[in-house]
């Protein structure tokens, strides 16, 4: 399981769902690999796949956290808001995190009363304001401007989260939020860096 996220981090699709497989072999009942290969699938291109594997899940064991996560994720890059606003309060609420909460919290207020964009918006801004006080990280700051097409912000945050070794950087170069920066230097310079700490 760990080795097909590893080569995911590399795009090394088919390797990589090769290995899940065989993780899923050894271990069929496990939701664990289950969630990962829904996520693989993912930045493999296979989105319905991709999602439909993760609410089999969710059903099967509701109170699991991954797929609410995975989903979340997708259902934000995807534009798809109504479905992020569930999950987002759902993997929030399932880890007794405040912090998600109030992203969430913000996120309905928002999109209730303007929409997908002022959504991403009091996103954003609630994201930042965690961040300031060291509660949010800022990998998952720079995906959601880079969302919004904010690129310069989204790469001052990546360079934050690399400072900080913040979870996440391994899925940079594959994650589908990050798309309209692979033609700007500074990313492509950051995923070299990441890339050279991993063989130190």
């Given amino acids: 399981m760990w080795y097909a996220?590893?080569?995911t981090t590399?795009?090394?699709?088919t390797e990589s769902l090769a290995e899940i497989?065989?993780?899923?072999?050894?271990?069929?009942?496990?939701?664990?690999?289950?969630?990962?290969?829904?996520?693989?699938?993912?930045?493999?291109?296979?989105r319905d796949e991709a999602i439909a594997l993760l609410k089999q899940v969710e059903e099967t064991d509701p109170n699991f956290m991954s797929p609410h996560r995975e989903l979340k994720y997708i259902y934000l890059e995807m534009?798809?808001?109504?479905n992020?606003?569930?999950e987002a309060r759902r993997e929030a609420t399932s880890l007794r995190d405040a912090a998600g909460l109030a992203v969430a919290d913000a996120a309905d207020h928002a999109y209730a009363t303007g929409g997908g964009s002022a959504m991403l918006q009091a996103v954003r801004e609630q994201q930042?304001?965690?961040y300031d006080q060291d509660l949010f990280s800022?990998?998952?700051?720079?995906?959601?401007?880079?969302?919004?097409?904010?690129?310069?912000?989204?790469?001052?945050?990546?360079m934050a989260a690399y400072a900080k070794h913040a979870d996440g950087l391994l899925d940079m170069a594959n994650d589908p939020a990050f798309n309209s920066?692979?033609?700007e230097p500074e990313f492509r310079d950051l995923i070299s860096r990441v890339r050279a700490a991993q063989v130190e």
């Fill in 84 to 86: 992020y606003l569930v």
């Fill in 10 to 13: 590399q795009r090394r699709y």
């Fill in 21 to 46: 497989e065989r993780a899923q072999a050894l271990d069929p009942t496990s939701n664990s690999v289950v969630a990962d290969k829904g996520l693989l699938l993912y930045f493999a291109g296979r």
């Fill in 79 to 82: 534009g798809d808001y109504p």
């Fill in 138 to 158: 800022p990998y998952y700051l720079a995906q959601t401007c880079a969302i919004m097409r904010n690129k310069r912000e989204a790469l001052q945050y990546l």
């Fill in 5 to 7: 996220t590893y080569l």
């Fill in 128 to 130: 930042k304001k965690l």
């Fill in 181 to 183: 920066l692979h033609d």
